[in-house]
């Protein structure tokens, strides 16, 4: 019974967040690439994908970081270094968990599986990309982003919204794993391991608002290149509110908070565009 808690626990399922951080984009890009008009077998292979992909991130990534979690604060009671988890069965997991995403994508088409081939590549690269790239965060942005790959299993690779809200859903991730990377500023100073907190210093906030402005107007453009109605533009607009009060969380060192409530972010945009399509 320990073993399946330690194992949940390597999967953060007990810390859903991140499952909902990849969930809402992804099925924002599944609305989006359909026109509101997606098979219902799309919805569930995106739902069940997200949980795969997200569980299989953070089991490599603690696998990769196991000779660093120990010595950060927030991680030294993860499965690995407490000593939970073996590597081995990390592994087992790692590799039963490729083993259903594969499954799961038998029941796409070529252009998906190639495509997703190509990204979980990127996924287990990920977690090195710290110790030799100095942002680690941006190719965070451009590898746990599931716009291309839902597009792809739509075939609506040629649609000219896919790039605009691949871009738009990395600037957002981009910003908000910044948010996510202040907590472990100091830790990660002292093992010498990168992100864009240690990289941006003291302008880190500015360019996550950099980012976060980017990320707007890509999805302005989105509307605009699908010809969404008025309701889009405007709702769009009030996403800054939950920027505001990110800036606000983030001031008081309220990091985490700040990120987490990135997830309301992702879900009140992924309900503006179902009201688009689906209920006017």
Partial sequence: MNKAVALFELMRLDKPIGIYLLLWPALLALVISTGGNFKISDFFIVFIGAILVRSAGCVINDIWDKDLDGDVERTKLRPIPSKKVSIYESWALFIILGILSLILLSLTNTNTILISICFAFMIIVYPLTKRFFVGPQIFLGLTFNPTIIVYAMTNELNNSTMILLYLAIAAMTI?????????????????????????????????VAIFQFLAICLLLMVGWQAELKFIWFLGTIFLCGFYFYQHRLANQKKYLIAFKNNHFASLYLLMLSVFCFLII
């Fill in 175 to 207: 910003a908000f794993d910044t948010l996510y990377g202040l907590s472990d500023k100091d830790d990660d100073k002292k093992l010498g391991i990168n992100s864009t907190p240690i990289w941006w210093g003291s302008n880190t906030l500015k360019i």
